[in-house]
C-alpha cells in the first residue's frame, strides 16, 4: 500500500509569484485535502476534492485553487504569493462514502513547507 | 469559539512512565468524530487514533488510549509506557456531520498541539 506523497518538499518563492503544489493520494483513496499549517499552529483546512470536484472550503481567498485528477492526485495553486503564505502545506487522503459513519481517517503526506521572500 | 482547545502547550514525561494529553471540543453536531495525530519535526502528521461519538466503549490502539467523556466534550489522549520516539507534537482534531455516500467535506479542526518530550 502506497502512502500519501507530497512534491516538492520544500520551495523558496517570492512576493506575487504562483506556485503549485502536488500530492498522490494514498492507494485506493477518493478524497483529497489540503491544509495549510503556519509555524506553531495546528493545520487549517483549505478545501477538499472529491470525484475531482472541490467539495468544501475552508476560509481561504480565491487565490488558493485546486485541482483533482481521475487518478485522484490533486494539485494544489496559490497565484500573488503573500509573505504570510509561508508555511507548512499539507495534503491528506481519505476514503469517503462506504460506511455511512463519521470519521473516516484522513492520512496526511510529509508536506511541502514554502517559504516566501 | 475555538472548535478544539489544547490548553497544555508542553508536558514532560520520564521514559516508560504514562501521560495525558488534555483536549477539548466545542461542537452542536450530535454527530462528530475526534482523531490525534502525532507531528515530529519532520512535519509528517501521524495518525494516532479515533474516537466516533457514537462509540460507546473509549478507543485504545496499542500504547494509546482516548478517555471520552461525551458530557465534558473531552478527549484526552493518553500514552503508556513512554519511550524517547514519542517526543513530538500532538494535535486533537475534530471533524463533525455524518458521512453517507456522496459526502460534504469532512475537514478536520485542530487544535494548537501539544508539545511532548519524553525524558531518558
Known amino acids: 500500500e502506497t502512502g500519501v506523497t507530497q512534491s516538492p518538499t520544500h520551495l523558496i518563492k517570492t512576493r506575487g509569484q504562483q506556485v503549485t503544489l502536488r500530492c498522490s493520494s494514498q492507494?485506493?483513496?477518493?478524497?483529497v485535502s489540503w491544509y495549510q499549517q503556519a509555524l506553531g499552529q495546528g493545520p487549517q483546512f483549505i478545501f477538499q476534492?472529491?470525484?475531482?470536484?472541490?467539495?468544501g472550503r475552508g476560509n481561504f481567498p480565491p487565490r488558493f485553487s485546486g485541482l483533482q485528477f481521475p487518478n485522484y492526485s490533486s494539485e494544489l495553486n496559490v497565484n500573488a504569493l503573500e509573505l504570510d503564505d509561508s508555511a507548512l502545506y499539507l495534503c491528506a487522503s481519505s476514503l469517503a462514502g462506504t460506511s455511512g459513519r463519521p470519521g473516516e481517517t484522513q492520512y496526511f503526506g510529509p508536506g511541502t513547507r514554502l517559504l516566501v521572500l | 469559539a475555538q472548535k478544539i482547545t489544547q490548553t497544555q502547550p508542553g508536558m514532560f514525561v520520564q521514559e516508560k512512565e504514562a501521560v495525558t494529553l488534555d483536549c477539548t471540543y466545542d461542537t452542536s453536531d450530535p454527530s462528530y468524530g475526534l482523531f490525534w495525530y502525532k507531528q515530529p519535526s519532520s512535519g509528517e502528521m501521524i495518525f494516532l487514533i479515533y474516537q466516533g461519538s457514537y462509540d460507546q466503549q473509549n478507543a485504545t490502539e496499542g500504547r494509546y488510549s482516548l478517555n471520552f467523556q461525551k458530557a465534558r466534550k473531552s478527549a484526552n489522549l493518553v500514552i503508556s509506557a513512554s519511550q524517547l520516539g514519542d517526543s513530538a507534537m500532538y494535535f486533537c482534531a475534530m471533524r463533525e456531520g455524518v458521512l453517507g455516500v456522496q459526502t460534504g467535506a469532512n475537514n478536520l479542526f485542530f487544535g494548537t498541539g501539544t508539545r511532548l518530550t519524553v525524558i531518558p
Open positions: 476534492y472529491y470525484r475531482e470536484e472541490e467539495n
Open positions: 492507494s485506493g483513496h477518493n478524497t
